[in-house]
């Protein structure tokens, strides 16, 4: 099917689990997972409920319902209460027993500035050169606007630049670091392709304007990021070396893509988990990570933590929620 023609359809890209054929659905369907042969997906496993979840598309967007499964259904890593009913957006992650979702809803990146892609196909991977910036790092940087950021990358000031530059590392670097680790890459050489992906992109940031329309910055840093890695790759096998480890550079390009979105989307939840904690006191943050993310019952918590299984679960929902406005915020902002 293609998804062109459908720009609300929904796909569920697996990135963990027995592999299981394609899971997606247009608007005008509804999607039932679970252990039952009846359902839309058939997913066999004992921590799967014969009616686990439910996605279906209301007023404009996709939902997930839990169906009061037994073991739960985790969104974004935080279990679901029995029932509940939650809205949708693209790099959402749903767990349902031993399987890992990406949520992808409709096309991504089928707008990018062709003269933009032409550049950082045409970036030299290997050479960086003497002129790489300074990295700088500032106490605000890291959540300033992200036009600022943009201005700064282009700014003819020395100073700019190596401010616009440090905060590029320091926002984006993890992401393609961690994202060449899990393609097989060694830390030395992850290191290496996170240098030379940024400063690629920093040496054609003034050729960069920022249009909505023509793309967002994930699809550009995302495509030199493949190109760097699959590089890296042909190399290895051209010098006749050990390429243990890197059968992910061989899968086909959406594959690899995706791998880079659950990346992308992983460093997110993290982000927003490091920026909340301390808005907690630490019996409210225990509670939320006892019984939001560690599946434990709410009574066990509650014993554990000297607490009534009912304020645990308002401990885990009064975080889950602050977790959930951080994570629209820095959607919100993402380039």
Known sequence: MNISEHPNMLVLNQIHGKQLPLISATPEEELILG????????????????????LVFQDSHWSLQDLESRSGTYLNTIRMETGEKVQLDNDDLIQIGPWKFLIRIGEQDINLNKEMVEELDKAPLEERGDDIPTLVRTVNGR???NMDLLLQLKSNETVNREMGWGIFVDRYGPIICGFARN????????????????????????KFEYDPSKGRFRGYLKRITLNAIRQRYRKKREKNLDTHGMRVAEDPRDELAAAFDREWAEHLLSEAMTEVRPKFEPKTWEAFELYGRRGMSAERAGERLGMTPESIRHA?????RAVREIVIRLREEEL
Do not use: W
Not at 44 to 51: A, K, L, M
């Open 35 to 54: 252990r039952s042969p009846e359902c839309s997906f058939q997913l066999t496993n004992r921590y799967v409920s014969r009616q686990h979840l439910k």
């Open 183 to 206: 393609a097989g890459l060694p830390s030395s050489e992850a290191d290496d392709i996170m240098q030379t992906v940024l400063f690629n992109f920093f040496r054609v940031a003034d």
């Open 316 to 320: 885990k929902s009064r975080v889950m």
């Open 143 to 145: 959540y300033e606007t």
